[in-house]
């Protein structure tokens, strides 16, 4: 058992910076592959970034390629989402993933979620 818990969201105006963190406790999170996941009002869940378990890859989708940086550090059970650049249909609730499958991109391929944060871009 995983439990995830988010913080660091908030609202701010487009073209600044958020970092989400996740703090992960019970089985330690350095056993699967981390990721954020995102969801606007009346969407269904997208995939946003993940990391493999050691940090050496990442991995983003095409929306968030160079204003988003995925980090992870195992020492502290922590994942980390830096948000720059942000643009108004960034705005959704952003929910913390853990995958044990190479599904990590899909959300039927996670094990274990957060509760989630809300962000908030306006224009």
């Known amino acids: 058992q995983v439990l995830l818990v988010e913080s660091g969201g908030g609202s701010v105006q487009a073209g600044g910076s958020l970092r989400l963190s996740c703090a992960a406790s019970?089985?330690?999170?350095?056993?699967?592959?981390m990721g954020w996941f995102r969801q606007a009002p009346g969407k269904e869940r997208e995939f946003v970034a993940a990391?493999?378990?050691?940090?050496?890859?990442?991995y983003n989708a095409d929306s968030v390629k160079g204003r988003f940086t995925i980090s992870r550090d195992n020492a502290k059970n922590t994942v980390y989402l830096q948000m720059n650049s942000l643009k108004p249909e960034d705005t959704a609730v952003y929910y913390c993933?853990?995958?044990?499958?190479?599904?990590?991109?899909?959300?039927?391929?996670?094990?274990?979620w957060g509760k989630g944060t809300l962000v908030t871009v306006s224009s």
């Open positions: 019970g089985r330690t999170s350095s056993s699967y592959v």
């Open positions: 990391i493999s378990r050691s940090g050496g890859s990442a």
């Open positions: 993933a853990a995958a044990s499958s190479v599904r990590y991109y899909s959300p039927d391929g996670i094990d274990y």
